[in-house]
């Protein structure tokens, strides 16, 4: 029989990690037996313990019948902190299930109660699970503060198990901010903490993630060697979701190999799977993947599988998912010839994609109107003290004390007068910023004020997580030049050129902006000066490929880049951009078009 002590409960959750099939089976059993009993708390334990096997083996369905009687049970004995517990996992579920919004309350819920009860355990799964949910979204950098969080709390309760999941999680959103050498690091301790602890179902997601990150470094046959041990971990584990993830990416390895037929099975054999269990962002990725294989065999079947995908889009809804609909959708249409259609996904493809910057633009924008009216705020504040302190000192006035209150009174409007001017001026910037143009004119692109704000609030970021954080001054090469033979309006039309090759070439997190005349400042938030290399490439590739009206066709137009990466010694935005400066002025001495790093 199966006690439910604190102790025994700890061990029972490490069970769940290392057998979660086995562990919802015994569980099963023990809450049956608790049930007869009448014993509703030991019920209670074991009803999470099979909420968690559930949830770790992605059982949508099973998962939520689970969480409804374990919630009211909950709710019934007044346990507070199993209901916290059942909230993040319920956010998980609904996560899978692309309800992002009721996900994110729920987590904000537990988090509430994890501080209010001082709970460190549920506050860090909390942090965890709300990481996953801004990863999923695309929003990288504010991933990893939930996730840094959780894991300094982890290391803090000594909870080895969560240490090695949530380093495994960092590891993955380095991935997916293309910062791959640092997320094969993270991936290294994570192996050797899960491996310590014997946690062999996080050890089997690892498998997959690392093959996720060889996999996009296109180092196929690490990726199938870690998707193959991955399948073999899930099938130990009788993990029926994780035996779908690596048969849908064995199926995309073979894809890319042109192994069609094979690639075929494998994607169907997840399907089935994720359509069983639930998961609706699975449904939509084997569905869009199988319809381009489809389109390669020249199967018309494919158009019928592009239409299905396309009604999942109203679940999901998110500017990811519609960019990747739209161009997988432009190169089905392709291989029918159907250029009108496939023309017509492009033109949606770049709305969404301005429709996403706009966005952002407009978060940006709320950031900086919220700084200005707090500022505003603590001046009025200030005012109202200054007076307050008036009226206390008119209240003690006495003719014995006529000249110390002179003196304080003398003091008081000076305070007055200086606050008086700081509210005056925080009055103007307030009305002044409804007007501040934070694009640039010309080219759309982020301007000065735009650009160096983005890149302040970056940096910060960066020091309180310990993330690394590089900038880029860029310099079109002989500029001038440009303007004085073949006239302003074709300069102009560089300046555009330059503007559109490069957005196109830059992660969701990274950011270019119009500096001044000819030079731009690049921030990359999460990135070492590792891969600047590559992305200078990339962007000198890009902007040569542009066909500028205006030059002849065999003018090629360069330009010349700087890049520092934060240090301790950098106490200002200022400095690290006077390194990275320096550096371009090497680049510039040293024959232009090329790149120099600041050491």
Request: hydrophobic share 40%; charged share 25%; with cysteine.
């Amino acid at each position: 029989m199966l006690a439910w002590s604190s102790l025994a409960a700890d061990e029972a959750e490490r069970e769940v990690t290392r057998d979660p099939r086995g562990a919802v089976e015994r569980a099963q059993i023990k809450v049956q037996q608790a049930a007869q009993r009448g014993n509703r708390t030991d019920e209670l334990a074991g009803l999470l313990m099979m909420a968690r096997g559930y949830g770790l083996l992605e059982e949508h369905r099973l998962l939520g019948d689970t969480l409804a009687r374990a919630l009211a049970l909950a709710e019934s004995l007044n346990d507070k902190a199993t209901l916290g517990r059942l909230w993040v996992i319920k956010a998980g579920m609904l996560n899978a299930a692309a309800q992002y919004k009721e996900a994110a309350a729920l987590y904000e819920r537990a988090i509430v109660l994890a501080q209010q009860r001082q709970d460190n355990e549920l506050l860090a799964d909390a942090y965890s699970g709300k990481g996953y949910l801004l990863e999923g979204q695309r929003r990288s950098n504010e991933a990893l503060a939930m996730f840094f969080a959780a894991h300094a709390l982890y290391v803090k309760l000594g909870n080895e198990p969560d240490i090695g999941s949530i380093l495994a999680a960092i590891a993955d959103t380095y991935s997916n901010l293309q910062d791959r050498q640092r997320a094969l690091e993270y991936y290294q301790r994570a192996r050797t903490k899960l491996s310590t602890v014997g946690d062999a179902l996080s050890l089997s997601v690892l498998d997959f993630n690392m093959g996720v990150t060889y996999h996009e470094l296109n180092q196929l046959d690490q990726a199938e060697r870690h998707y193959r041990s991955a399948l073999a971990g899930s099938q130990q584990l009788r993990d029926n979701v994780g035996i779908a993830y690596a048969r849908y990416r064995l199926g995309r390895v073979a894809a890319e190999r042109g192994q069609l037929d094979y690639a075929l099975s494998e994607l169907k054999a997840a399907q089935q799977e994720f359509e069983r269990s639930g998961s609706l962002p699975m449904r939509f990725v084997v569905q869009l993947l199988r319809a381009k294989v489809l389109a390669q065999q020249g199967q018309p079947i494919a158009l019928a599988v592009l239409d299905d995908t396309r009604t999942l889009l109203g679940q999901l809804d998110t500017p990811d998912r519609w960019q990747e609909f739209h161009l997988t959708a432009a190169e089905v249409y392709a291989h029918f010839n159907r250029f009108e259609d496939a023309y017509r996904q492009m033109q949606r493809l770049r709305e969404v994609d301005q429709a996403e910057i706009e966005r952002s633009d407009r978060k940006l924008t709320e950031e900086m109107k919220l700084k200005f009216d707090t500022q505003l705020k603590e001046a009025e504040n200030a005012l109202l003290r200054s007076q307050q302190q008036l009226q206390q000192a008119e209240l003690n006035e006495s003719n014995a004390r006529r000249f110390a209150l002179g003196a304080a009174l003398l003091a008081t409007l000076v305070i007055l007068g200086v606050v008086g001017f700081l509210l005056w001026r925080q009055v103007v910037l307030k009305r002044r910023f409804a007007d501040l143009a934070l694009h640039d004119e010309l080219t759309g692109a982020p301007n000065r004020r735009h650009i160096l704000a983005y890149a302040k609030r970056q940096l910060t970021l960066s020091r309180e997580l310990g993330t690394p954080f590089s900038v880029a001054v860029l310099d079109l090469d002989y500029f001038k030049r440009i303007n004085d033979s073949y006239g302003h309006d074709t300069g102009d039309r560089v300046l555009l050129a330059f503007a559109h090759a490069c957005q196109g070439q830059l992660r969701s997190g990274d950011r270019l902006g119009r500096f001044g005349g000819e030079e731009w400042l690049l921030v990359m938030p999460g990135t070492d000066t590792g891969p600047c290399r590559n992305v200078f490439e990339r962007l000198r590739g890009a902007f040569q490929a542009e066909v500028i009206e205006g030059l002849p066709a065999d003018y090629t137009v360069s330009f010349s880049m700087g890049v520092a990466e934060r240090t301790e010694r950098d106490q200002s935005l200022d400095t690290l951009l006077k390194r990275a400066d320096e550096a371009l002025y090497r680049a510039k001495s040293q024959g232009r078009d090329r790149i120099e790093v600041e050491g």
